[in-house]
C-alpha cells in the first residue's frame, strides 16, 4: 500500500497546517474509562478473517495483522483487559472457523442466509461490489442480468451466495481471495470479476494490473462482527462494544485513521494539482500566521506579566482556601476533627504533666428536624449550636461533623452543668428550637501521661455512645465503660464461626398431676476451644447487644426439632420449648422460619416458645400482632418469668398466651418469704381462672415442691429433679422413675404456710 511522493507531500503539508492550528487552537483531551467486561467472556478473543483482504483486514510482509477492523478489534479487547487474537486465513475457512467454534467473532457482510447461523451486530461499515473486467466493452449488460457468463467470486463470500440464489444460469468461478478473483479475470479464467470494491481498487493498483471498473457500485450491504448462533451473551457484549466505540469517540479516531486507505483510489492529475494548492495555501497560511504572531508578540509579553502577578495571587488566595477546607468544617467554621485533634495535642505538649478536660456533644434530633422541618434548618441548627460553644469557656473548639461538637477546657467539667449551659433554645428564623443532645465528659483524672489527643476523643466517643444506649443526658468516662477483650474475642469468634462450638441441654418440666415428664426447655451452652465453657448469662446478652440473637434462636430451633426427629419423641408427643427474645420476633426471615418449622412438626404441641414478661410489653402492638400470626399458624406461647417486670396476668391475657412461668427468684424463696408466697399462689389461682396452665421455676427442694402442689400448680423444674442434661442422658432420665421424689405429694394441705424465716 505505498504512498506516492505527492501523497507524502500532501500528508506533510495537512500535519504542518495541523501543527499550526493545534498551537492556535488547543482541543481538550478526553479520558474514558469503560466498564469492566463480564466474568464469563473467552480470553483471548479470537477473531477470524481473511488474510487479503485490505484495508479491513490483511497480513503484511512481517505476518502481522493489519487493517480497519484490525484496529477495531483491538481496541475493543484493549479497553476491557482482554487478548485479542487474529487468525487471517482463506476467506471459506475464516467463516467455517467461526462455525465450529474455533473462533468466536468474524466481520462480514449482513444477508439473510447469513443470519439464519449468525448473530449479527450493528453495523461498523457498509460496502458495495461492482463488476471489474478488462475493458467495458466485455459486459454490456447489467449486473442482475449475467447469465452465460465466467464470474470470479470470493468463496463464501456474499456474491457467491448472491448470484446462486438470484442468476442460476451465471457460471461461477470461486476463488480464495479478491486478489485470486481478480486475477482469474486477468488470466482470462473469468470474463469478470464481482467483489468489494474497496478491496479491488487496492489490489489492481499494488499488482498494476490490466483491470477495470466497469459499472456503478452496487449491493450495498452493511458490514458486522458476526457470532455463531447461539452464543447470546457474546453478542450481546459486542453489540455493546460497537455502541460504545460510536460513543467514546473510539470509532470515529479509527476510522480517521483509516480515511485516505478506506476512501482510496489512484491518483490522477487532479490529485498532483490539488496538492501543488494545498501546499501554496499552507505556506500562505503560515505566513499569515507567523505575521500576526510577531505582531501580537509584543501586546503578549505586556500581557503576561499582568496576568502572571494575577494569577500567582489567585493562587495564594485559593491555597488560603484549600488550607482552610482541609482543618475548618465550612458549616461552622470550626476546627474539624483532625485539626481539633492537632491542635489539642500542641495545648498537651505546651503543658507537660496537665491533661485536659474534653467533652464530646453529639446533637441528637437532627433527623427529626429533617423530616419535620428541612435539611436546611438543621444545618442553621448545628451552626447556631458551634456558635453557642464557642461562646462556652474553652480553650478549644471542634465540629467533626454530622451534630458532632467538641470541647476542651483546662479545668475538669461536670457533666450536668455542660448539660445546663448547653440547654438554652436556639432561635432559627422565626422559630425557637431546643438542642436535644448527650454529652459524654472525659476529665483528666481518666488520661494517664503520655496518652495523645486520639486516645481522649476515643473516650470521648465512647462515653457519648454509652449514653445514647443507655438514654441518659451525660456520662463521664471511665476504665468501667471499656468493652470486655474476652466478650471481643467472643463476638470476633461468633462471626467467624457462627454456632460451631454450641450445644444444648434440655431442662426436664414434670407434671405434678401425672407424675410424667412430657416437656424440656432447651437451652445453649458454648463451649470455647480456649475460653472453656461460657455461662448464657454472658454471652447471651453480648449477642442480644450485638443483634445477633436470631441466628441461634433458629439454631436452637433447628437442633431441637432434628432432636425430636432423631429420638422419636416428637412422635410421642413430647414438647421441646424454646426461648425467644423481643429482637427475635422483630426479624421477618425468623418469622417466616418458625412458621415453617411449626408446619413440619410432628405434633401439633411439639415446639413451644417462651417470651419473657418484659418482653411483651416492649412494642405492644406490634408484638401482640407476630404473636397472633405465629399462634394462628399453631406455635405456642409461654410467658417466661412471669412476676419480673410490671405487667399483670389481665393484660398478658391480652395476648395469645398458652402457659405462665412464674420466675425462679419468687419461688426459690417462697418458703422464706411471705410476699413472695402470696404472689406464687395468686399468680397460680389466677391464671387458673384465665384457663392458662402454670410452671414453676427453680424448684430445689421436696418441701417447696410440696407447697406449690398444694397450690396445684401444675408443672415445676428445677435442681430437685434435675439440672438440664444432654441428649443422651435425657433420654436415660425419662426411662427412670421419679416416684421417691414425688411420694406424698397428693397428700399435701392446700393451708400450707411459710415457715418462719
Not at 426427629?565 to 416428637?570: A, F
Amino acid at each position: 500500500m505505498g504512498l506516492t511522493r505527492w501523497q507524502d507531500a500532501a500528508r506533510l503539508s495537512a500535519l504542518t497546517l495541523g501543527m499550526v492550528l493545534v498551537l492556535v487552537l488547543p482541543a481538550p483531551l478526553l479520558a474514558q474509562l469503560p466498564p469492566p467486561p463480564p466474568a464469563n467472556l473467552p480470553d483471548p478473543l479470537v477473531f477470524a478473517g481473511s488474510n487479503d483482504y485490505p484495508p479491513f483486514q490483511w497480513l503484511d510482509e512481517n505476518g502481522t495483522p493489519q487493517g480497519f477492523v484490525v484496529d477495531l478489534q483491538n481496541a475493543i479487547a484493549r479497553q476491557h483487559g482482554l487478548q485479542a487474537r487474529h487468525r487471517l486465513m482463506e476467506w471459506d475457512e475464516a467463516v467455517e472457523a467461526v462455525e465450529s467454534g474455533d473462533a468466536d467473532v468474524v466481520a462480514l457482510f449482513v444477508s439473510e442466509d447469513r443470519e439464519a447461523r449468525f448473530s449479527f451486530t450493528s453495523p461498523v461499515y457498509y460496502v458495495a461490489h461492482a463488476i471489474y473486467a478488462a475493458s467495458p466493452e466485455t459486459v454490456q449488460r447489467d449486473h442482475e442480468d449475467l447469465a452465460g457468463m465466467r464470474v470470479a467470486v470470493l468463496n463464501s463470500g456474499y456474491a457467491q451466495n448472491r448470484l446462486i440464489e438470484s442468476q442460476p444460469g451465471v457460471e461461477l468461478v470461486p476463488a480464495g481471495d479478491i486478489r485470486a478473483a481478480l486475477l482469474a479475470v486477468a488470466e482470462g479464467r473469468a470474463d469478470i470479476a464481482v467483489v468489494a470494491g474497496h478491496t479491488a481498487r487496492h489490489v489492481i493498483s499494488e499488482d498494476s494490473l490490466d483491470i477495470q471498473q466497469v459499472s456503478p457500485p452496487f449491493w450495498p450491504r452493511p458490514y458486522a462482527f458476526a457470532v455463531r448462533q447461539g452464543r447470546d451473551d457474546l453478542h450481546a457484549w459486542l453489540e455493546e462494544q460497537v455502541s460504545l466505540q460510536q460513543a467514546t469517540g473510539t470509532y470515529f479516531q479509527i476510522h480517521a485513521n483509516w480515511l485516505s486507505e478506506l476512501e482510496w483510489r489512484p491518483i490522477d492529475w487532479r490529485d498532483h494539482l490539488r496538492t501543488v494548492v494545498w501546499i501554496a495555501l499552507t505556506l500562505l497560511v503560515l505566513a499569515g500566521l507567523s505575521y500576526a504572531w510577531l505582531w501580537s508578540l509584543r501586546r503578549q509579553v505586556t500581557h503576561k506579566t499582568a496576568q502572571l502577578s494575577r494569577e500567582l495571587e489567585s493562587r495564594r488566595l485559593l491555597q488560603q482556601e484549600l488550607q482552610y477546607r482541609v482543618e475548618y468544617d465550612t458549616l461552622t467554621g470550626l476546627p474539624n476533627r483532625d485539626a481539633f485533634i492537632s491542635k489539642l495535642d500542641e495545648l498537651i505538649k505546651a503543658s507537660p504533666g496537665w491533661s485536659p478536660t474534653i467533652a464530646l456533644i453529639q446533637l441528637d434530633n437532627l433527623e427529626q428536624l429533617i423530616t419535620g422541618f428541612s435539611h436546611s434548618v438543621a444545618l442553621e441548627l448545628q451552626k447556631a449550636f458551634g456558635s453557642l460553644l464557642e461562646a462556652q469557656e474553652a480553650q478549644l473548639v471542634g465540629h467533626f461533623g454530622s451534630g458532632l461538637f467538641a470541647m476542651a477546657a483546662r479545668n475538669p467539667l461536670e457533666g450536668n452543668r455542660v448539660v445546663e449551659r448547653l440547654t438554652e433554645p436556639l432561635k432559627l428564623g422565626s422559630v425557637d428550637l431546643d438542642p436535644m443532645f448527650v454529652v459524654g465528659v472525659v476529665n483528666e483524672a481518666a488520661l494517664q501521661t503520655g496518652e495523645g489527643a486520639d486516645e481522649v476523643i476515643r473516650r470521648g466517643v465512647l462515653a457519648v455512645s454509652v449514653a445514647r444506649e443507655l438514654h441518659r443526658r451525660w456520662v463521664i468516662y471511665s476504665p468501667d465503660l471499656e468493652p470486655d477483650v474476652e466478650d471481643l474475642l467472643l463476638l470476633q469468634d461468633f462471626h467467624r464461626h457462627g454456632t460451631r462450638d454450641m450445644f444444648l441441654e434440655y431442662q426436664p418440666k414434670v407434671d405434678l398431676a401425672s407424675g410424667r415428664i412430657q416437656q424440656a426447655e432447651a437451652l445453649i451452652r458454648w463451649r470455647h476451644p480456649t475460653l472453656g465453657l461460657i455461662p448464657p448469662g454472658r454471652f447471651v446478652p453480648m449477642l442480644e447487644h450485638a443483634g445477633l440473637t436470631h441466628w441461634i434462636t433458629r439454631w436452637v430451633i433447628e437442633e431441637s426439632s432434628a432432636m425430636l426427629q432423631r429420638t422419636g419423641l416428637g412422635d410421642s408427643g413430647f414438647c421441646i420449648s424454646v426461648n425467644l427474645s423481643p429482637q427475635d420476633l422483630m426479624e421477618p426471615e425468623l418469622i417466616d422460619f418458625i412458621l415453617q418449622s411449626v408446619a413440619q412438626s410432628r405434633s401439633p404441641c411439639s415446639l413451644w416458645f417462651e417470651i419473657t414478661e418484659t418482653g411483651l410489653i416492649h412494642d405492644p402492638v406490634r408484638m401482640r400482632e407476630t404473636l397472633t400470626h405465629l399462634h394462628d399458624a399453631g406455635a405456642r406461647f409461654s410467658v417466661d418469668d412471669f412476676g419480673t417486670g410490671y405487667a399483670s396476668l389481665s393484660y398478658m391475657s391480652e395476648f395469645p398466651v398458652d402457659e405462665v412461668k412464674i420466675d425462679r427468684s419468687f419461688v426459690g424463696a417462697m418458703l422464706a418469704n411471705e410476699r413472695h408466697f402470696m404472689i406464687v399462689r395468686s399468680t397460680i389461682a389466677l391464671a387458673h381462672e384465665l384457663g392458662l396452665p402454670v410452671t414453676a421455676e427453680g424448684v430445689e427442694d421436696k418441701a417447696t415442691l410440696e407447697a406449690l402442689a398444694a397450690m396445684n400448680c401444675d408443672t415445676v423444674q428445677g435442681f430437685f429433679f434435675s439440672r438440664p442434661l444432654e441428649e443422651a442422658s435425657l433420654l436415660s432420665f425419662l426411662d427412670t422413675t421419679l416416684d421417691d421424689k414425688l411420694s406424698g405429694i397428693a397428700q399435701r394441705q392446700a393451708s400450707a404456710r411459710p415457715r418462719d424465716g
